[in-house]
């Protein structure tokens, strides 16, 4: 492997830790890419990687995309991210997270966990015992911020889609608009929940086929296939599943004029932004419209607000991306730029 420094996706990352305890085969990195607005905060993701390098890649471009979500939802936090790497059967053992806890808190506060993929609200609970910098815990009571962060970013996403059609369809409502949501577990059904009630034409792809059928006949959807989702005439596509869906031959025929979506790092290259941006459709980029769940998590470790302050913050979501998308067509540079642009001068890298 080449050296860190080398690495084509290490972008000025204050350090990347790699921890080994050697009695329960814990391996971890912790990748902090900037601390300028407040301590590294971004989930921990638990994942059998392929190789060691394909895990290094992941912490240092999550850990970045993590300084941007923050610096532009308004958070006094900066970016980090954890991932473990499991075996092949995914085992984890209740010594391997006491041992993960310790590692977390021998960073002194720099950096601060969360739930990510393959990792549970039941794991961050068991994380406290070893270390405080932990957040996404069970709520006492509903009034209170944090708890699943699921149904906030759902909320923001759907705040997002409507500021989107408004912007580019010049549609105050959602009735008949037609929406195609890839992946409907957490976010995207959240998301389709909301739309139903508005009156939205919804289509709907997962994996996971029961969940989808069962979510259709509860709200009214159709369901596609997986490869049809991303090629339906439609007004808006909505990625809430995977990373990297957006790449030069699927931009090639994606059908709507919108799109926007919770899944993270959507564009598979930054010159995917710039194809999105060539064919006329609006992106919505995922770093912003998908912020309601760390702005919760966020409020909930920085003990500065109930859930109607959350509700509030999440609120701003459209006005942040309209503003993108307004600079967007004045640079005449992809919304996916101009917001990495935004969050470098708030992190102090402009
Ligand atoms: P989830 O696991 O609850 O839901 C993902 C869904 O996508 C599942 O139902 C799964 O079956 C489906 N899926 C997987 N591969 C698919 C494919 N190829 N085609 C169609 N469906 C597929 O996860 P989630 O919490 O809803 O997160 C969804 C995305 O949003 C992820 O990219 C995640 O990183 C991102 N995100 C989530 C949050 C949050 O608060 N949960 C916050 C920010 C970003």
Redesign the pocket.
Known sequence: MSVMWELQDFDGHEAVHFFHDVKTGLRAIVALHSTHLGPGAGGTRFWHYENRETAVTDALRLSRGMSFKNAMAGLPMGGGKAVILADRHRTKTPEMLAAFGRMIDSLGGKYVTAE??GMTAADMVALTKETKFVSGLPVKNSSEAGG???P???MGVYLGVKAAVKYKLGRDDMEDVHVAI????????GLARLLAKDGAKLSI????KD?ANGLASEIGAEVVG?DE?MRLEADVFSP????AILDKVSIAHLNTSIVA?????QLATPEDGQRIFDRDILFAP?YVI?????ISVALEYLDSGDVEDVNNRVAMIPERLTKIWEESAVSKLPSAEVADNMAMKLIGRD
């Open positions: 990510d993929v699943d962060p699921g906030f970013t759902a890839q992946g409907v577990g957490s976010v995207g059904g792809a997962d994996i996971n969940h997986l989702i809430n599943a995977l990373g979506g919770g899944a993270n790092n995922d998908n912020s309601g769940g760390i």
